[in-house]
């Protein structure tokens, strides 16, 4: 296995046996027009022909992709491309570009993988035959390689603190101000006779289109990057994890929070529905309704027994999605 990347990549994310090869440098991701810079997309060529691969699996979205991508056909290699949203999430800048640069991509590879059934039905009834479209889950842990053991020996001594914890960058189409309402409406409506739990906000951005008014008391905002040691305390010690999205598509959160035993609290959004037993190994409600998600709180932290018990099928779910991904995985490339 090689990997062909930027030669900013997170080192400390991939295992050493990877051979890796860094033939670009790059300032962003996504579909920006830094990514058609001519030279740049000739030393990627140029990395994979030196390479001569069998097969290319391309994971993440750049523009220039479309152009890799009949390269590589007309050289007769196999190409798989993973699709991570078929739909722009809200406040993108891109837009409909993306619905136009998925269209390129699905007409020009041998198979495409998505994480979420609902996806791979919708691309079949696009026209692409069901035997080039595979779904697995969305699983990987947002720790590197190198902290890997940690992240096992923590997940085996994990607590349920008096926390909620929401996890990410605060952007706009992951309804951070639904939460903070929910959260105003629990601490209300919440036991007189306990302590409600607070509400963790663990990640970079800003919370002025979001949130006009000061934050409610009992929240916690951390507002810089979580490195790998900060995000084990976190996950270890929360009693459960919020996703409140207004859309998307899908979230490794899920698969994190279950690692460690936490139940989750989201919305139904893109194929979240599909990682989450609905009263099994978590809460599922409506999108932006601060009230309904105010309500699964109350439940969930009504007592701990619950949140072992959710978590416990959470971690339950994880393993046997690992194993049927690694299954496959393998097919997908064999």
């Known amino acids: 296995v ?4 930027t030669v900013d990549y997170p080192r400390d994310r991939y295992s050493p046996a990877i051979s890796v090869r860094t033939p670009l440098k790059t300032s962003n991701t996504g579909l920006s027009l830094e990514s058609l810079r001519n030279m740049r997309l000739a030393a990627v060529r140029s990395a994979l022909e030196d390479l001569q691969p069998d097969i290319v699996h391309i994971t993440g979205p ?3 992709n479309v152009f890799v991508v009949w390269w590589l056909r007309r050289r007769g290699i196999l190409v798989i491309h993973t699709l991570h949203d078929l739909d722009p999430h809200k406040g993108a800048v891109y837009g409909r570009l993306l619905h136009v640069w998925n269209r390129l991509i699905t007409q020009s590879v041998d198979k495409i993988l998505v994480h979420g059934e609902v996806y791979r039905q919708r691309l079949i009834q696009k026209g692409l035959s069901a035997d080039s479209v595979v779904t697995t889950p969305l699983l990987h842990l947002f720790v590197g390689f190198t ?3 940690v992240a ?3 997940a085996l001594e994990t607590s349920f603190g008096n926390k909620i914890l929401f996890f990410g960058r605060m952007e706009e189409y992951k309804g951070v101000e639904v939460l903070l309402e929910a959260y105003r409406l629990m601490r209300s409506q919440f036991d007189p006779e306990r302590a409600p739990p607070v509400l963790v906000l663990a990640g970079t951005g800003t919370l002025r289109g979001n949130w006009s008014a000061q934050l409610p008391p009992g929240v916690e905002w951390r507002d810089h990057l979580i490195n790998d040691s900060e995000a084990l305390e976190l996950f270890s010690t929360c009693g459960l994890v919020v996703l409140p999205y207004v859309d998307g598509t899908q979230s490794a959160l899920i698969a994190s929070a279950y690692y460690f035993n936490k139940p989750v609290v989201t919305t139904n959004v893109g194929a979240f529905a599909e990682y989450v037993g609905q009263g099994t190994t978590g809460l599922i409600v409506d999108p932006g309704d601060p009230e309904a998600i105010s309500r699964a709180f109350i ?3 009504a007592d701990e027994s619950i949140l072992r018990t959710m978590g416990s099928a959470g971690r339950q779910w994880y393993d046997n999605q690992r194993d049927k991904e690694i299954i496959s995985l393998m097919d997908l490339y064999s």
């Open 2 to 5: 090689f990997l062909v990347t």
């Open 152 to 154: 096992r020996d923590t």
């Open 147 to 149: 902290n890997q053991s």
């Open 299 to 301: 439940k969930m932290f």
């Open 62 to 64: 750049y523009l220039w």
